[in-house]
């Protein structure tokens, strides 16, 4: 590099950049949160989806699979598994209510987590909500 | 032999990364097994359980990488002794400890129940990926860094103030910073992934890639004698350009998620732009090496910096390319084509350069003069082909999974259901396991290195 770039230039480069482009971010973070609710689905974020956000943490659900594309890549997405089940929430409880406790022989296995009718009904209220976030037509289709 | 005394104390901080770093592999090894035999080790160890001792061990292992290299080269650079390398031994034990019940909690405690006896609900902030920790572990976490960063923000201050130590105490500092977001956790999951990122990309693509530069730069300049001001410059240069693009690039990761869809415009562009520095420190390094005023006689570390330099590029930069733009990622977003990236990525950037600065600084550490034994190096460097080839061929594979995946499952006109999709391409995962078998044999040719040779004499320059 030549001479007339100097150390103290490429700093003030770093440091006026950097101040730019965070104004920048946190601006455009500013405008994200006043469009969010266009597409968040928070109109539905109700007591009991709240609840089931939190079983889906406690329980560590993202260990395996994915949240709007989100996680791990070892067992079906679940952002949009309520449409795959048909928009039915009994058929999700079902499916999570029936894992046998020491798995399926040779395939990958889901725990038992043995919930309450009330927990699972704020899953499945949960991921019902999730369902209805307005992802920008992701996913590409029903599988996920 | 060390310039301060107060240098030992990055010794024990590299020990814990390595054994920590066996740890995580072997986890890695339990994964891919269970990706092929869905039923091994369940219920005992289900892959949810595997996968957070998996992940979080590697930020544990790095973060004390990062630590040990910051109490070694800071002394060096600031010209004085540590503040006080009593406060560095006590919170080497207490981020130990913690870490290592943590851990334990993952593996004998079923995670709702660890939810419970930690008082989750109190402040939830568990079961998000990578931030698993039950939330004392994380106020731990906090607070051994405030103690970090303090120690070494005192003897810089006190000290010489060089371009290296600043930078890296402003990646460190942002490290700290970014760390808090992971307190906040709103009902709202939109919000919630919004703010989550700024942990996860912003410590990768943001502020650690200043401390990778920093101890990049340390290192270039001990091995290769070029001039500081000369590395310094092109530091300034790299981090500016990982900031400017890295910031904004943020947005690659707010296409699918409830965000605003102007994001797919503002992530895709600026986030195309972000393998500029990784580009920029792979000519750095080689440029720096093929300039040099001396040979090191530690041919190892030379080989792990230039390694580093490519393999960032590589991961972060070419794989890191790949699925960025939103028209693309429409297709990729949680695939196999994302884990094959994130392994590289972290290998080459993150994993790497805590290998570069341990290997330079562990022969002095270890009282050498500048290298170890002819015998020594030898064997690290079979070991560093070993994993990094590995790691290459873990990335081909997955990358070869990926592609089917997003075909069948997402792109054919007649998609086929996940589970479905996941058998057809299982060969690929059978040889992600090989790879991964001789990665663990690279790992532990790299700690046999630390056995043999010693009574040797230290390599010369030839
Ligand atoms: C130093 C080497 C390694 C690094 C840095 C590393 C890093 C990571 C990271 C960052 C993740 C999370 C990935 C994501 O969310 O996209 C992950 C997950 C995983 N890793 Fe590794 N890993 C390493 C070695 C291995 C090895 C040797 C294996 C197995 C042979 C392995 C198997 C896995 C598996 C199966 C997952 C879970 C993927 C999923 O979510 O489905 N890793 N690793
Ligand atoms: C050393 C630097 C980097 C590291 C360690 C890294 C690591 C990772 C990891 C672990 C993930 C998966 C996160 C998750 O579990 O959801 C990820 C996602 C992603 N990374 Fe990187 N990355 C780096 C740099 C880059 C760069 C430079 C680019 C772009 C040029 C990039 C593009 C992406 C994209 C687009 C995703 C989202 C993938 C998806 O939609 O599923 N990364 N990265
Ligand atoms: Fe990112």
Known sequence: MSQTFT?????????????????????????????????????????????????????????????????????????????????????????????????????????????????????????????????????????? | MMKYQSQAVAKPYFIAAIGLFVGQILFGLILGLQYVMGDFLFPEIPFNVARMVHTNLLIVWLLFGFMGAAYYLVPEEAERDLHSPKLALVMFWIFLIAGALTILGYLLVPYSGLAQMTGNSLLPTMGREFLEQPTITKIGIVIVALAFLYNIGMTILKGRKTAITMVLLLGLTGLAVF???????????????????????????????????????????????????????????????????????????????????????????????????????????????????????????????????????????????????????????????????????????????????????????RGRDAANSERSQTLEMWSFWLMTVSIVFITLFLTGAGILQVYLQRYTGDPQPFMVVQEKIAMFYWLREVAGVVFIIGLLTYVASFFVGNADPEATVD
């Open chain 2, 179 to 365: 760390f808090l977001f992971s307190f906040y956790n709103p009902d709202n999951l939109v919000k919630d992934k919004y703010y989550w990122w700024w942990v996860v990309h912003l410590w990768v693509e943001g502020v650690w890639e200043l401390i990778l530069g920093s101890i990049l730069a340390f290192v270039l300049i001990k091995t290769t004698g070029v001039d500081r001001e000369v590395i310094e410059k092109w530091l300034y240069i790299i981090i500016a350009m990982t900031l400017i693009t890295g910031i904004i690039g943020t947005g690659h990761h707010y296409y699918w998620i409830g965000t605003p869809q102007y994001w797919q415009w503002w992530g895709s562009i600026f986030s195309a732009m972000e393998p500029i520095p990784f580009f920029m420190m792979t000519v750095f390094a080689f440029n720096m090496v093929n300039r040099r005023r001396r040979n090191h006689p530690n041919k190892a570390a030379v080989l792990w910096a230039l390694g580093t330099a490519v393999m960032a590029f590589l991961g972060a930069g070419v794989w890191g390319f790949l699925h960025t733009l939103s028209p693309v990622n429409y297709y990729t977003h949680g695939t196999q084509i994302t884990a094959a990236h994130g392994h590289m990525a972290f290998y080459g950037a993150y994993v790497m350069i805590v290998l570069t600065i341990i290997s330079y600084a562990m022969p002095m550490l």
């Open chain 1, 7 to 144: 150390k103290a230039m490429a700093r003030n480069v770093f440091y006026g950049g950097s101040l730019f482009f965070i104004l920048l971010f946190l601006s455009l973070t500013y405008d994200t949160h006043s469009e969010m609710p266009k597409q968040d689905n928070s109109a539905n974020l109700t007591e009991k989806v709240a609840k089931g956000k939190r079983l889906w943490e406690e329980n560590n659900c993202i260990g395996c699979h994915t949240l709007l594309g989100e996680g791990a890549y070892f067992a079906p997405e679940l952002g949009n598994v309520y449409k795959r089940f048909g928009n039915s929430k009994q058929a999700i409880e079902a499916f999570i209510s029936s894992r046998p406790r020491e798995g399926i022989k040779g395939r990958r296995s889901m725990p038992q987590f043995d919930f309450t009718a009330e927990e699972l009904d704020a899953i499945s209220e949960f991921l019902k909500y999730v369902s209805e976030i307005d992802a920008s037509g992701w996913p590409p289709n029903i599988q996920g």
